[in-house]
């Protein structure tokens, strides 16, 4: 199937920093999602990004959709103690039906 | 809100046992799907049905099964446990057409461990 290279795997960041992570694909997509899995629960939904060049924020989030249509990019700004979880990525290709490919996650782990 | 609830949060089975996962959702979805989540392999789906007892295939269908007889519920089966079956699988939802069917639904997740 499609890879999507997530990056970076893992990072430990102090309270207060802003974060930065992620997606590349060699094939191009025509919707980016990004989602959030706390501890113990499946993932959520935080951003779906439509048009390539899009930039969307929710609170504190901010994520683009890449003008390649490749990549996307998810910003954290201000982070705090419950930012702590798995970040994925998603693309979906246009003619997939439903289907998405999922990155293989960022693990955010937040110093109070 | 949308629900999907699996039945179990953690299982722990021997080689070989026939193991079931349940996956019900409450908000009329046509799509249901079959993930399994390792460590920095990220969501693979195993397998997928987009109506009551159709199914297709996903990346990593190799050991599993799945049922769909009612909408509402889509079923993992296991026929014969291995311990690379360890692992946690998570059912997810979603409606049809775009936008919005792209989003999916996730549920809390099952833990299973095979000894």
């Known amino acids: 199937g499609q890879q999507l290279n997530q990056s970076p795997q893992s990072m430990f960041i102090q309270e207060g920093e802003d974060v930065s992570m992620n997606c590349t694909s060699s094939s191009i997509f025509n919707t980016w999602l990004w989602y959030k899995q706390d501890p113990g629960e499946g993932p959520v939904l935080l951003i779906a990004?439509?048009?390539?060049?899009e930039l969307t924020s929710n609170g504190r989030l901010t994520a683009q959709f890449g003008i390649t249509r490749k990549d996307s990019f998810l910003n954290i700004s201000a982070s705090i103690p419950s930012d702590v979880g798995i970040y994925f990525c998603?693309?979906?290709?246009?003619?997939?039906?439903?289907?998405?490919?999922f990155g293989g996650g960022t693990r955010l782990m937040v110093k109070p | 809100d949308v629900k999907v609830t699996q039945s179990s949060r953690y299982l722990v089975k021997r080689t070989g046992e026939k193991v079931f996962l349940e996956c019900v959702q409450d908000?009329?979805?046509?799509?249901m799907f079959w993930y399994r989540q390792d460590p920095g392999l990220g969501l693979r789906l195993i397998y997928f049905?987009?109506?009551?007892?159709?199914?297709e295939k996903g990346d990593i269908p190799e050991g599993y099964s799945v049922s769909r007889e009612k909408k509402e519920r889509f079923s993992l089966i296991l026929e014969s446990a291995s311990t690379n079956q360890t692992s946690m699988y998570l059912c997810a939802s979603s409606r049809t057409g775009r936008p919005g069917g792209e989003k999916l639904f996730f549920g809390s997740g099952t833990q299973l461990s095979v000894l």
């Open positions: 990004l439509y048009k390539a060049g």
């Open positions: 049905s987009y109506d009551v007892k159709m199914k």
């Open positions: 908000m009329d979805h046509e799509n």
């Open positions: 998603a693309g979906q290709l246009y003619n997939a039906g439903n289907m998405l490919t």
